[in-house]
Nanobody, 115 residues
Framework: QVQLVESGGGLVQPGGSLRLSCAASGLTFSRYAMNWYRQIPGKERELVAAITSAGGITSYADSVKGRFTISRDNAKNTVYLQMNILKPEDTAVYLC????????WGQGTQVTVSS
């Protein structure tokens, strides 16, 4: 079955960096657009960054533009989210999503930005 497993979350001070990874299995990874969402309790899930199947086009939420970078390695079936200049408001559970006809989701990884 399809599995998306996120890693790389943790506690970081404001201004710091983290790199999230999402390893996919059970699907033809190179055919799927990949997205990173974040979820804050009590708020709607927010699309943070997206990348097309071949990696040629990326897009970002305004709140992270210039600070976050999404990338993928289709040979490793992995998508990444490099997060720089982190702010307390970036604190959330970050979820990996694979999208083509169907949607697949990972369990998420917690990112906490606090001094």
């Amino acid at each position: 079955q399809v599995q998306l497993v996120e890693s790389g979350g943790g506690l970081v001070q404001p201004g710091g960096s983290l790199r999230l990874s999402c390893a996919a299995s059970g699907l033809t990874f190179s055919r799927y657009a990949m997205n990173w969402y974040r979820q804050i309790p009590g708020k709607e899930r927010e699309l943070v960054a997206a990348i097309t199947s071949a990696g040629g086009i990326t897009s970002y939420a305004d709140s992270v533009k210039g600070r976050f970078t999404i990338s993928r390695d289709n040979a490793k079936n992995t998508v990444y989210l490099q997060m720089n200049i982190l702010k307390p408001e970036d604190t959330a559970v970050y979820l990996c999503n694979a999208r083509r006809v169907n949607d697949y989701w990972g369990q998420g990884t917690q990112v906490t930005v606090s001094s």
